[in-house]
């Protein structure tokens, strides 16, 4: 032990310790002393040689040695023994004391010659119990060859935190000896390591006389300065009879492979959670633009400072190829995002470069495309910005962004390359690895689907917009005397499928005209196919002049047959000349209808069933359209909304209608009916994402009055 913790226990200036200390290994061997002068009587008796003789020391001191202990067939042996220590010879042995209770006990001794003061000799004999001594022996063997042999790494440290032991399986892991490290500070011997945890450690240990188990370090070793290991280290304190502690021993076993396998489990847990926190927010709508600005937005900033996403010229006009790109005929590229992150590495996207967004193409972009493969390019310095970017101003953008790392994964789904998420990393920011190019690849693997879907349907969509456009009435027909007519459509928003909502206009008879309003159930190319065969059923069957309710019992029969498609419908003949107007509904929305004076109230038709639940009769409703009254038939996608119920948007569509008018007293919006309708479909309400259909009627004065 060092010299403080001999002095922190009552040493004195000459080393001796107070009665109190701790005696050590002597206490152990409870090793007795004797002292004789030249005669061989005894002159100084310890009480441990009266324990361990059973003399006390009035007893013993004055008599004869050998007389005292010695068998009397060993006296004279014993004799001669103590003339050669007085001829100066020190020797030791085992030889059969006699105790004072008549037994003999062997006793381990070592006998030496003395001075007193004034030059004689004495003659000083240690002896202790021959058991005791080799239980003692035996115990330190048995220590030292289980610490020696231990295949687990073993130390001892003094209460200074200082190196008293260590075996051979530790100085093998560590790479240094015991006596180079013996009697120093850890952080002298294994700088590399978190010292100052582990002395955190082993100080607690002291303190509290507590164990701690398994604590774990990593780190580097003299032995293997290049890689870093780990280590599973208990600490434990050593402490003598009396309770004492000497210091620390500390086991240590090398878990490497262990914390390799959980740092990798660990990581493949970060890995699955990264990607689908970053690819939960992809693809909430099947808007194309709208999913490749949240592909952008889900790198930026989690993996890239900057961000570009490119898409074929041939994917977005629909000519996709089941196989990759192998030519130069694609026609380039289309930037259709890009995301650039705050200065301060923030969720959020920053001023963008200028230069990135546009058309055309860059080598990066056509071997990516080329070979259906990820390109990592970990450091890019300036000369290869030229190849990355499409043309100089691109480049000039990426330089003045600082991007010093590049990787630019395709977009692949279901066998076919849509485009490439490129991703850039700045000076600032660690380059690309292969775990960034797993983990990114994996995503765009995720996101590419996405990207797809929003194409088909794009395709889609267009297609049943065009098809939806063409079946619907391009204008009303001539519009008798005192009838002034507006329609309006409005397709549904960009995120939902296109609608079956159709309006028409069907002059009649004796100046009368049909107004037809209907919305088929569903959505889609189907829907629009449906609503063309609707609405050229009541075209045929308006030439018959054929009462409301019996029409729609036709037209009913229609739908049935149908596959099990369904519409609502209302169906009014107006007649300016009489100021009468008949209605009749399969269970559409009622329309509203808006009187000078009196503002605007629903008119309640009798209830039916929607058209192609077949076998419902139909009623008749026939009301006076005094002159100015204004008659608006509408679908549900004008007044439904994701946060009020309908009829909240059918009172609000009332209200809006008597502002338009000035109904109730108030100013009328100047402009002609097509105004109003528009105004109506502008300001109103339609986040149901459904496509709306508005038709209004107003009666004027007999020879068209405006």
């Known amino acids: 032990m060092g010299g403080k913790d001999l002095w922190s226990h009552g040493a004195g200036p000459a080393g001796c310790r107070d009665a109190g200390a701790p005696g050590g290994l002597l206490d152990l061997l409870h090793a007795s002393a004797v002292v004789v002068d030249g005669q061989g009587r005894i002159v100084l008796w310890s009480p441990e040689a009266e324990e361990l003789f059973g003399y006390a020391a009035e007893e013993a001191l004055g008599a004869s040695v050998d007389e005292l202990l010695a068998a009397p067939e060993d006296v004279e042996h014993a004799h001669e023994r103590f003339g050669r220590i007085h001829a100066g010879e020190s020797f030791a042995g085992v030889f059969p004391a006699r105790c004072k209770d008549g037994s003999t006990r062997l006793v381990e001794y070592r006998k030496g010659r003395l001075h007193d003061p004034d030059g004689r000799v004495l003659g000083l004999a240690l002896a202790a119990d021959e058991g005791t001594v080799r239980r003692v022996e035996g115990d330190l063997a048995l220590s030292e060859l289980l610490i020696d042999q231990s295949p687990v790494g073993l130390a001892v440290f003094d209460t200074d935190l200082r190196w008293m032991r260590i075996n051979r399986a530790l100085t093998t892991a560590n790479g240094v000896t015991e006596h180079e490290v013996r009697g120093r500070r850890l952080e002298d011997t294994l700088p590399e390591l978190d010292t100052t945890a582990i002395e955190s450690a082993m100080r607690q240990v002291l303190r509290t006389g507590e164990p701690i188990l398994d604590q774990r370090t990593v780190g580097r070793t003299p032995l293997d300065p290049d890689h870093d290991h780990a280590w599973s280290e208990s600490y434990y304190r050593i402490e003598d009879q009396r309770g004492h502690p000497l210091g620390v021993a500390v086991s240590v076993v090398d878990v490497t492979e262990r914390h390799l396998a959980a740092t990798e489990i660990a990581a493949a847990h970060r890995h699955l959670a990264t990607l689908t926190e970053a690819s939960s927010g992809i693809g909430s709508t099947l808007d194309l633009q709208q999913t490749v600005r949240e592909l952008a937005a889900a790198v930026v900033p989690r993996f890239a400072d900057l961000a570009t996403v490119d898409v074929l010229d041939s994917v977005v006009i629909g000519q996709r190829s089941l196989v990759p790109y192998s030519g130069g005929d694609h026609g380039g590229f289309r930037t259709l995002a890009v995301a650039a992150a705050r200065p301060d590495g923030s969720d959020g996207t920053a001023e963008l470069p200028d230069g990135l967004t546009g058309s055309g193409s860059s080598p990066l972009l056509c071997r990516s495309v080329r070979e259906a493969a990820p390109v990592l390019m970990p450091r890019v310095d300036d000369g290869a910005l030229r190849e990355i970017a499409r043309d100089e101003q691109a480049a000039e953008a990426l330089r003045g962004a600082g991007v010093r790392s590049v990787l630019a994964a395709p977009l692949l789904a279901r066998g076919s390359v849509l485009g490439v998420l490129t991703l850039y990393r700045t000076a600032d920011t660690r380059p690309f690895d292969s775990r960034d190019l797993q983990i990114v690849c994996e995503l765009v693997g995720r996101a590419a689907v996405s990207v797809d879907n929003a194409l088909l349907y794009g395709r889609e969509r267009e297609t049943a917009l065009t098809l939806q456009h063409s079946l619907l009435p391009q204008q009303p027909p001539d519009q008798p005397d005192g009838l002034e007519i507006a329609v309006g459509y409005r397709p549904a928003g960009s995120g939902t499928e296109v609608g079956g909502d159709w309006y028409d206009v069907l002059a009649l008879n004796d100046g009368r005209v049909a107004l037809v309003v209907g919305d088929v159930m569903g959505s889609g190319i189907r829907a629009a196919a449906i609503m063309g065969q609707l609405r050229t059923t009541t075209r045929a069957l308006a030439r ?15 739908a ?147």
């Open 544 to 558: 018959l002049d054929l009462p409301p309710a019996e029409l729609l019992g036709h037209l009913d029969e229609t």
């Open 560 to 706: 049935a047959e149908l596959s099990e498609s369904f519409a609502t419908c209302v169906y009014a003949v107006c007649d300016p000349k009489r100021g009468t107007c008949v209605l009749s509904s399969a269970g559409h929305l009622p329309p509203v209808l808006v009187q000078s004076g009196q503002g605007a109230r629903l008119l309640t038709l009798p209830p039916a069933a929607p058209l192609g639940v077949g076998g419902v009769p139909f009623g008749t409703l026939e009301t006076k359209l005094p002159e100015g009254s204004l008659l608006a038939l509408y679908t549900d996608g004008l007044v439904e909304s994701r946060h009020d119920a309908i009829d909240v948007g059918i009172e609000a569509l009332s209200r809006a209608l008597e502002r338009a008018t000035g109904s109730t007293g108030g100013p009328a919006a100047t402009g002609s009916l097509q105004d109003i309708c528009d105004m109506l479909l502008d300001t109103l309400d339609q986040s149901s994402g459904d496509d709306t259909a508005l038709l209004l009627a107003r009666l004027g004065p007999p020879g068209g009055a405006e």
